[in-house]
Each structure stands twice: as C-alpha cells, then as structure tokens.
C-alpha cells in the first residue's frame, strides 16, 4: 500500500481525501507548517498533496527540502492563485500535476490514483494529455486558479481530441464545461493568451519556439485558433503509449 500524505490548511479537503481513498493508500494529513519538512521526510510518502497558500513562499521552501530528499516522490499541488515566481519554482521542482481551485475532492482523487499508477508503472504512464497541457501553459506565462486558464485548458483538451471541429462549436463545448457564452469563452481565451504573454515573466523566445509566425500578425503572439489548434497540435505529436487519464470537468457558473 502506498504512502500519501496530504497537507491541508484548512482539513476539509484532506477529510474528504481520506474518506475516499483510505481503503487504498495508508494517508497522513498535517494542517500546520510547523516542523512540516521533517514530518514530511519522516513519513517518507510515495504521493504529496500540498495545498499551496498566498504567499507561497514558506512552502515551496518545504518543497524544495523534501524533494531533494525524497527525489522519487510525486508532488501535486493545488492552489487559487499561482504567480509567476511559483509557477517558475513549480516547473524546477517538476512537480507531477498542479491542480487550480475550486476542484472536486473525487477529480483530486482520481488525479491521486494517477500518480500512484505512474509511480508503480513508470514506463506505462509516462505521459499523461492534462498533465502536458498544464505543464505547456505553466511555461508559457498562464495563470492557474482563474475561468480563463479553464478555459484555455479545456480548448486545448477538446481540439486534441476533435480536430476538426468549427471554432464555434469549440467554444460551446467549453462553455458547457467552464460555463458562460461562447462569446465569454472566447474572449477569455483572447485575455488569458494576451496577459500570459505581455504580463509573465517567461522568456517571448518559448513563444516563439512553440508558436512561430505564420502570415502577417497584428500582435507578436497568436490569436486564438491558431493558439488552440498549435497546442492540440503539439499535444498530438508527442502522444504515446500510456494509460487514459481522464480530467473531470469542474463546472464554474461565470467565466471572468
């Protein structure tokens, strides 16, 4: 039985953790940060779930500790807000999956469920579509924990999966998930490309790497299909081998 430990400010979610994976991992919970690393290391858990609090700073610390530690655990995170110093620190440390508030005690689950498959078969889920998606929009800029990194996300997820469908239909598919109008969709999807591209920390060059200038561009980043349709694109050519993971759409009543 693997080992999960689960850090949780506030306890409620660890509970709702507990009761729904108790039967298959032995789980240990801690709402303090007090001597947090070493009670980490001390469990020595094959899976951390760390929520990570405003300002962040005190626990990325504890990450970083316990991972050059224990290099072989999973570490997901969950948190409202990621600025672009966490995400910079997150994408070192490799982190297995990072996880947006508000999020359902059962997609944490099976997100849980994942990485102890991962850990167990290495070489049968060394790829997972969310997680790549996460980890491509975390290097470029995107904000995690708002509707429109949801929105981005859930395009992504559904052009990979459907690449010929019409832009419109597109947006419909994610209204349905995040919620909205299709017109809200897409411009949230325009805002959060813009914002993660003129507002982050993150070197154009990525940019540029995964999304070079085809015709002629009003602006130096891509508008949405060509932004969508690039990223399902990569998605598509780096697919292999692995086990389904299937992302449990959180539904959130208005997009930003």
């Given amino acids: 039985m693997q080992r ?34 070493e009670e980490i290391v001390s469990f020595c858990p094959d899976i951390l779930l760390m929520d990570i ?9 504890v990450l970083q500790a316990v991972v050059n530690t224990l290099p072989d655990m999973k570490v997901l995170v969950i948190a409202t807000v990621l600025d672009e110093y966490t995400v910079s620190r997150l994408v070192q440390l490799e982190l297995y999956s990072a ?11 099976s997100k849980i469920r994942d990485a102890a498959f991962a850990h167990d078969y290495p070489d049968k889920n060394d790829w997972c579509l969310e997680n790549e998606i996460d980890r491509l929009l975390l290097c470029l800029g995107f904000r995690m924990g708002s509707n429109r990194y949801n929105c ?87 697919t292999r081998l692995r086990r389904p993971c299937h992302r449990e759409a959180e539904t959130v009543a208005v997009v930003e």
């Fill in 99 to 109: 996880i947006a508030k508000p999020c359902a005690p059962d997609y944490v689950a």
């Fill in 152 to 238: 981005v996300f859930e395009a992504i997820r559904i052009r990979y999966h459907s690449m010929d469908c019409s832009t419109k239909e597109l947006y419909i598919d994610v209204a349905k998930s995040c919620g909205g109008s299709y017109r809200r969709v897409e411009k949230a999807i325009r805002d959060a490309v813009a914002d993660a591209y003129e507002n982050s920390d993150c070197d154009t060059s990525l940019w540029a790497a995964y999304f070079p200038a085809c015709g002629k561009r009003e602006k130096p980043y891509p508008g949405n299909e060509e932004f969508i349709a690039r990223a399902a694109g990569y998605m598509i050519s780096k």
């Fill in 53 to 61: 609090m405003y300002p962040a700073i005190r626990r990325l610390q």
């Fill in 4 to 37: 999960l430990m689960i850090v949780d400010t506030h306890g409620a979610l660890g509970k709702a953790i507990e009761r729904r994976l108790g039967d298959e991992f032995y789980i240990g919970v801690r709402c303090s940060d007090e001597m947090l690393a």
